[in-house]
């Protein structure tokens, strides 16, 4: 039995819209829809989804920065060797919670504080936790600049955000993000904003310290090409549901529900001689059914691990 | 053999600046043919939007062209006063870009919109004409004819765009640029865009520069392309010669760093460190610093630089030719 | 040995900031001039307590408040006609002329008849080599006076400035914060006080208590801090409140007050600083307006000099006494309108889209 670092049950962020200044009823956006997923520890999940399909919601209810309405999220406790729900903990509780859950942000511009110095960016979780004295502080924040690839420390730590590149400032995001070595972070498509040939070195660094600080990470994208690279599961997120999870390689070489197919399809290759696999679905076709079945679906098991959101199985397969 | 619609040469281009003048377009040379698609690709700064900008002549105020020469048709544009490249713009050469979608006037409608370009050009022109012609138009695109008469918020992201894709062709123009047009796209939106614009091209016979940093969607549209760094053009060739043997060691990270939903799962290398400074003068290759795995040759400025001839119509520069 | 090399960086770095931004300052024309304005005044108030201090100036005579000196002048007394013109003066302006005083004048003195000499007191009396600016009406010193007002403006300005913008920051970023009731009752406090016009509020509480400098920046200060900045600087703080670096703060699990004061109030500073050098204009402008109403119980500054030269009759004079109001109101407006336009300079370097290139 895998240990898993956080389980995730019937997660629910709901917000409500008032219908305008005559109506008096309430318009329900269910953001998030009733997801499941597991996350054992050491392995990478990715959340691959349009825009406003729920992901991100979704990232900043598990992170517990906008509660959620609904459902269940618990997380391994290091101490009961148990999964604890997050839900009613008390206040020192819960920061010591915190400890555990990081995240990693889209923007390398917005996500440091522009009028603190480097040093002080990565020393601030240490400071918040009382982990050591001063230098021990200092020390830490050192080594893991080193870790990030930021050498010599000395050169970085006096500096400002806005003296450093895009790929520089992630590092320090990472850096700030692990110093605490934490068991779970949450990307939020962290190479999204940076330039198409630093992201490599950017994700293997995230990728070397998954290894050593044995770390999992719920990876958020709209890019299914860098979820393959990041992660060992992929859910396929659609309107607040995960309507696919499985595995990589098999989510990708043997997609069942009609969106993942759309979604594979459509993703350009770069290889002029490669035809795209065309599913054999037409567009107009594919929208109705994805409304015929696409909500209201609970997750129903395949075999090897590849779950999928739908009633009608033997329709789809 | 279809003629050539476009053709530059050696242009070069700087932008003055209080710091200094930033070369960002360094003896760029290309040609596209007559209902060819020329892809153009690079990281961010290379310089390919300053070369879109150029062709149009739509840059900063602090931009000027130093030397070389862009032949429309064999109309030479460098050296024309504002009055003549309004006549080019929109009918010659028209643009789709970055954004672009959040270029329209709010507060007009969207038919209205494309009269008005119709109507820069051809004053001519009745209503009815102009309102036939952007119906055909938007069934090109895929887009309903009602849409005409809608504002823009009233239209998704996806429709608005192809609703700019109308307008840069309203005045049949004999080559767009695309500007990276569906960044900030949903990639299922983003492949039916492509596709009307593949289908638009065929059948209108246009010739189409397509600008990105995504070299997927370079692989897939376009037939010739050019790689360029720091304001140069490092690579350039047939599309597929250049991604099946790619020359220069820039290409070949490139080309290794972008991962891919097919095929096998495989090691990506990675490049580090950052383009060069455009202000001052590169001396040497200027990909070097970067290269991961320079000669002795790399940092000898004497080393015979310029583009190659690799094999025919696929060229590299000298340089960084099988190196990498 | 690492320390030392970082510690060097760091001094380099803040140097090199510095050095950068004061450039940025100098490209804006107004900048410069204003901090000009306001340098010479600083100038003029540090140099009165410099010359008393080295004895070049004597405390009897140049004292802005009890100093004296009486200008003697030898006069012939002289009977004004009633019509002109005259063989002797053309009109009733020309009598009396220079060198001559009208006996009517003298209906105190003793024993004074047409045509006598009289050594007569001039107050006030118009610029001499002594002083430079003329003396008032009570034979103090005009100079004195005006550099006397430039240390009272600098100190009322930056008193109610600070105060003001104090108050104002932490009422801005403690309503963006908290939200609901705690900023809705801060907005409508607000709103009050931007209702209310400032200067008849400020007779009004002046009738009650007497004010002083330091009293006048206290209210001046207090009135300014909860008004309209508080607005501003509630959504600048919110703008702050929704980046990401603050989303990282709390996830870290910092408590919300240390990223109240760690993370947005630094963020919102540069608009508060902005705020400040704009305030120091309204606090100098209110200082001269009430003083000339009387309403202060301040010794001596611009508006007192003024009010003065008022009360004595002397506005009416038109230039005759210019030397007891054109200073004065030379001095308020230059310094006021100083402070506003080394808040335009500094806008450019705290706003970077409004700079050129």
Not at chain 3, 140 to 148: C, K, L, P, T
Request: net charge negative.
């Amino acid at each position: 039995m895998k240990k898993n670092v956080i389980e995730v049950k019937n997660l629910e962020k709901y917000y409500e819209v008032s219908g305008g200044f005559f109506s008096r009823n309430k318009d329900i956006v269910k953001a998030v829809d009733d997801i499941s997923f597991e996350i054992p520890f050491g392995e990478s999940l990715g959340l691959v989804g349009q825009s406003g399909c729920g992901k991100t919601t979704t990232a900043r209810a598990l992170c517990l920065l906008d509660p959620k309405t609904g459902g269940d999220v618990k997380f391994y406790n290091n101490e009961t060797e148990n999964m604890q729900n997050i839900d009613n903990l008390e206040d020192e509780e819960l920061k010591k919670f915190r400890r555990n859950i990081q995240m990693i942000f889209q923007d390398p511009y917005e996500s440091l504080n522009p009028r603190w110095t480097i040093k002080d960016i990565i020393l601030e979780p240490l400071n918040i936790h009382n982990i050591g004295d001063l230098q021990d502080r200092e020390e830490a924040v050192v080594e893991i600049l080193k870790t990030v690839g930021l050498t010599p420390a000395s050169n970085y730590l006096p500096r400002y955000p806005h003296e450093l590149s895009g790929g520089q400032r992630q590092r320090v995001s990472i850096a700030r993000t692990l110093i605490m070595k934490p068991k779970f972070v949450v990307c939020d498509e962290p190479t999204s904003m940076l330039d198409v040939s630093i992201r490599i070195s950017i994700m293997d660094l995230m990728l070397n310290l998954a290894k050593d600080l044995e770390v999992s990470y719920l990876y958020i994208t709209h890019d299914l090409a860098v979820a393959r690279y990041m992660c060992n599961r992929i859910a396929v997120m659609f309107n607040g549901k995960i309507v696919e999870i499985a595995e990589t390689e098999e989510l990708l070489n043997n997609p069942i529900h009609p969106y993942t197919k759309r979604l594979i399809s459509s993703i350009p290759v770069p290889d002029p001689s490669y035809d795209r696999k065309v599913y054999d679905v037409n567009y107009d076709e594919l929208d109705s059914i994805i409304a015929k079945h696409g909500t209201d679906n609970p997750m129903v098991d395949i075999g090897n691990e590849h779950y999928i959101a739908t009633h009608d199985v033997k329709g789809l397969i | 053999m279809s003629k050539e619609v476009l053709s530059v040469k050696n242009l070069n281009m700087h932008y003055e600046t209080l710091s200094g003048d930033v070369h960002a377009v360094k003896d760029v040379s290309f040609s596209v043919k007559e209902g060819e698609s020329f892809g153009l690709v690079g990281e961010s700064g290379c310089g390919k939007t300053s070369v879109a900008m150029s062709l149009l002549q739509l840059q900063a105020d602090n931009a000027k062209i130093s030397s070389g020469s862009i032949q429309l048709d064999g109309v030479e544009l460098v050296g024309m006063n504002e009055s003549e490249l309004r006549k080019v713009r929109w009918d010659g050469i028209s643009i789709v870009f970055q954004g672009a979608m959040n270029a329209w006037n709010p507060v007009v409608k969207v038919g209205e919109q494309i009269r008005e370009a119709i109507r820069e050009h051809y004053p001519e022109k009745s209503k009815a004409e102009n309102t036939e012609k952007i119906e055909s138009l938007f069934q090109m695109v895929g887009l309903d004819a009602t849409v005409i008469d809608r504002f823009p918020h009233e239209l998704s992201g996806g429709m608005k765009q192809r609703a700019i894709i109308a307008l840069a062709l309203s005045c049949d123009p004999k080559v767009v640029i695309a500007d990276e047009p569906t960044t900030a796209l949903d990639v299922v939106i983003q492949d039916q865009i492509l596709n009307e614009i593949k289908k638009v091209q065929q059948l209108l016979g246009l010739s189409l520069i397509y600008i990105s940093h995504d070299i997927a969607v370079i692989a897939e549209m376009t037939d010739q392309m050019a790689v360029m760094y720091a304001g140069s053009i490092v690579e350039i060739g047939p599309t597929e010669k250049v991604f099946s043997t790619p020359k220069h060691a820039y290409t070949r990270l490139l080309l290794e760093s972008t991962p891919s939903v097919v095929g096998e799962k495989k090691k990506l290398r990675s490049l580090d460190g950052e383009p060069p400074s455009l202000i001052n003068e590169i001396i040497g290759c200027s990909f070097s610093p970067r290269c991961p795995d320079p000669s002795s040759d790399c940092k000898n400025p004497i080393k015979e630089m310029g583009l190659v001839e690799i094999e025919p119509g696929h060229f590299a520069d000298n340089c960084c030719v099988d190196c990498g | 040995m690492n320390k030392n090399i970082e510690q060097d960086l760091q001094k380099q770095l803040r140097k090199e900031a510095i050095r950068k931004n004061w450039n940025l300052f100098r490209q804006s024309k107004l900048g410069m001039i204003g901090l000009y304005i306001v340098i010479f005044f600083l100038f003029l108030a540090l140099l009165q307590p410099f010359l008393f201090i080295t004895g070049i100036w004597n405390k009897g005579v140049y004292d802005p408040v009890v100093g004296y000196e009486a200008i003697k002048d030898t006069l012939l007394v002289v009977e004004c006609p009633k019509e002109y013109p005259t063989e002797k003066y053309e009109s009733m302006k020309d009598c009396p002329g220079e060198g001559e005083i009208n006996v009517k004048r003298l209906y105190l003195a003793p024993g004074v008849e047409v045509g006598d000499y009289y050594e007569a007191f001039i107050q006030p009396a118009p610029p001499s080599s002594r002083h430079l600016l003329g003396t008032d009406s009570l034979g103090r010193d005009v100079f004195s006076q005006i550099m006397e007002g430039s240390q009272v403006a600098f100190v009322l300005g930056f008193l109610s400035a600070t105060l003001g913008v104090g108050i104002s920051t932490i009422l801005g970023t403690i309503a963006a914060f908290f939200g609901g009731r705690v900023d809705a009752y801060l907005m409508r406090q607000s709103d009050l006080i931007l209702m209310l016009p400032s200067l008849p509020l400020l007779f009004i509480i002046s009738a009650f208590a007497e004010l002083k400098v330091w009293h006048l920046a206290i209210v001046l200060g207090v009135l300014g801090g909860l008004g309209g900045s508080v607005i501003t600087i509630k959504s600048q703080a919110l703008q702050v409140k929704v980046k990401p670096f603050v989303d990282s703060a709390r996830i870290t699990g910092g408590s919300r007050w240390r990223i109240m004061f760690s993370h947005v109030l630094p963020n919102v500073a540069p608009l508060a600083l902005l705020f400040m050098v704009f305030s120091v204009t309204g606090a100098i402008a209110s200082e001269s307006v009430l003083s000339f109403l009387g309403l202060l119980n301040i010794d001596m500054s611009w508006g007192i000099m003024i009010y003065l030269s008022q009360t004595d009759g002397f506005i009416f004079s038109g230039l005759e006494f210019w030397w007891l109001i054109l200073p004065a109101g030379l001095a308020v407006t230059l310094l006021a309108g100083g402070f506003y336009l080394v808040g335009r300079g500094l806008d450019d370097v705290f706003n970077p889209r409004l700079r050129k290139r």
